[in-house]
């Protein structure tokens, strides 16, 4: 319950105010190995006794009340203090630390900290610590396919997340989304293991495309399917926005029937849908629009790679034949300039859909902790985060 190993355990006391359990113990030892000359010792030159804090039990902390002995060699005269497994000359045993990081890893740095009676900066200092030393084994890890996506930081500060598809871990959050960053991470592995990496998923980021197809020619590049999907809705949304006020007419609440998928509607959402779209028949971009969309979604239910080409072939000549708009106009652009990309969503049916639930756990660390002004501070708690527990322990036990 305790976890203590090697030591021996006195009467344990219980304090109601405050609520603290202290737990009397030393050394199981009757001599100590001299670090100076590597003999044993067991002539004891001084006693001393000092409170470390071991860990909660049922929201009570766990004092350590630790008696420790400080030996004089007799062969080389030196004093040295005995170490005891598991706690150190901090005021915290490595069992606190794991509990800690722990708790830390679904809660606040405010929070924790109130539990376990330490300060914020105390734990930022553990976290950053622990997270100096991790450094990604490429060696070990069988990493085919990446994913590569951004996300808001604060405001329009965006940081670029890296995930590793194939196996689903979260590999580094970059301190930045510019190309240069992103080129210095692939420039990181090791040329072995880059040469085993045969996809990349990333959004429609026109930087993005560059530093992975020079960086990794033998890869295939493929645009996530969401981006693409979420591209039109968006196009579409702005057609909308721009009829519905010239228009001048009592608003319909459009915005959700256009932007689900047809095959997802109500027979009473479809009568809907047609008596918008004959209220505005005078603007036949909106239907036009949402055909098009409706084209995208149904490309990507094609079944083989051969009949996707063909409706994507079908998608870019209605897009060319429609009527001229601003918003139709750069949707044509994007979809020729990125038609590989896109079909090569084919060949394996890869989506960034792992990154995207990466970023959803994120956003809640940050309402959780309220939001953070630290970069560093930020990228140590979103990694403890995605880490397992058995890492944290295997950390601490090392």
């Known amino acids: 319950m305790l976890n203590l190993q090697g030591v021996l355990v006195g009467k344990i006391q219980v304090q109601d105010n405050p609520r603290t359990i202290i737990v009397p113990c030393r050394s199981a030892r009757q001599s100590a190995l001299c670090p100076h000359c590597g003999l044993n010792s067991k002539r004891v030159h001084q006693t001393k006794t000092r409170l470390v804090k071991h860990g909660m039990i049922n929201y009570q902390v766990v004092l350590l009340s630790l008696t420790i002995r400080r030996f004089k060699c007799r062969a080389c005269a030196k004093v040295f203090t005995e170490i005891i497994p598991g706690i150190s000359r901090d005021r915290a045993s490595v069992n606190l630390k794991t509990q800690m990081l722990d708790w830390l890893r679904r809660n606040s740095f405010n929070f924790t900290g109130e539990q376990f009676k330490v300060s914020g900066s105390t734990l930022v200092r553990y976290l950053l610590k622990m997270t100096k030393t991790m450094v990604i084994d490429w060696t070990t890890t069988n990493i085919t396919k990446l994913g590569i996506d951004e996300h808001s930081f604060k405001g329009h500060y965006l940081l670029i997340t890296i995930t590793d598809l194939s196996n689903h871990k979260l590999l580094a959050i970059l301190k930045s989304d510019s190309q240069a960053t992103l080129g210095r991470f692939i420039n990181s592995i090791p040329l072995i293991c880059r040469a085993n990496i045969k996809e990349v998923c990333t959004d429609l ?58 095959y997802q509607l109500n027979e009473r959402e479809q009568i809907k849908l047609a008596m918008a779209f004959k209220k505005y028949e005078h603007y036949p971009v909106l239907k036009q629009a949402w055909l098009i969309k409706e084209k995208i979604i149904q490309m990507y239910r094609a079944p083989t790679q051969v009949s996707a080409e063909q409706r994507f072939a079908d998608i870019i000549m209605l897009l060319d034949t429609c009527d001229s708009n601003h918003y139709l106009s750069v949707l044509r652009k994007t979809l020729k300039q990125w038609q590989q990309p896109i079909l090569n969503y084919f060949l394996n049916r890869t989506t960034n859909g792992f990154t995207e639930g990466c970023h959803t756990k994120i956003k809640m660390i940050k309402r959780v902790s309220y939001g953070f002004r630290n970069l560093n501070n930020y990228i140590a708690k979103i990694t403890l985060a995605f880490l397992p527990l058995i890492w944290i322990l295997n950390y601490h036990t090392i």
Do not use: C, F, G, M
Not at 206 to 233: F, G, I
Not at 246 to 254: D, F, I, M, Q
């Open 205 to 262: 980021r026109a930087s993005y495309r560059t530093v992975v197809e020079e960086l990794l020619p033998q890869a295939n590049l493929t645009a996530d399917r969401y981006h693409v999907e979420t591209l039109a809705r968006r196009a579409l949304d702005d057609i909308r926005t721009i009829v519905q006020t010239e228009a001048r007419s009592s608003r319909l609440n459009l915005k959700k029937l256009l932007w689900t998928n047809k």
